[in-house]
């Protein structure tokens, strides 16, 4: 099921959503962690095929891993590059970080769809994450405003997951830059 704006599922989410996010609105911590979780939520909900779950269930955890890990690894490499800011390695662990993003999305992006060009059948097969475009580039932008000193990193990781994975800014745009979003 996909959930266009236009659709009355993403009317009856988004609706269902923020009378929940709202009514947390005494606890920002609760509120937050509603708001991590409202993101997720959408996300499965645009991608998994829920009559198929039986056959795909390894396919959708491989994705929640794979997500997951990105974005662990962004933020621990946020907090490094601000750590090391003046160490010569610096700049390599940049360049890897950059590296993993691009692998990640020329992973779900291209991979797919250079199969689908040669004929591969096992192309239609794939689960391409929406947004992932966007994340990655987001990532990278973050990335980059930390190890330039323009910014600092995150230290919370459910407000750096938000920053992540919020689902309204995945799908419009523009790529946020990390400071503006995380204030």
Known sequence: MVMTFTSFEFFVFIVTFLIIYWAFKQC???????????????????????????????????LACVVAISVLINFKGGIW?????????????????????????????????????????????????????????????????IYKGNTTSEHGLLNFSIFCLFFPKILAGPIERGPLFLE
């Open 28 to 62: 920002p911590r609760s509120q937050n962690a509603f708001l991590l979780i409202g993101c997720i939520a959408f996300y499965i909900l645009n991608i998994v095929e829920f009559d198929k779950i039986n056959e795909r269930i390894i396919d959708y955890l491989l």
């Open 81 to 145: 590059l601000e750590a090391h800011k003046d160490d010569p390695g610096s700049r390599r662990i940049f360049i890897g970080l950059v590296i993993f993003n691009v692998a990640v999305l020329c992973y779900y992006k291209y991979l797919i769809f250079y199969l689908k060009i040669f004929g591969n059948n096992i192309a239609s097969s794939f689960i391409v994450p929406i947004g992932i475009s966007f994340f990655t580039f987001s990532m990278i932008a973050y990335l980059a405003e």
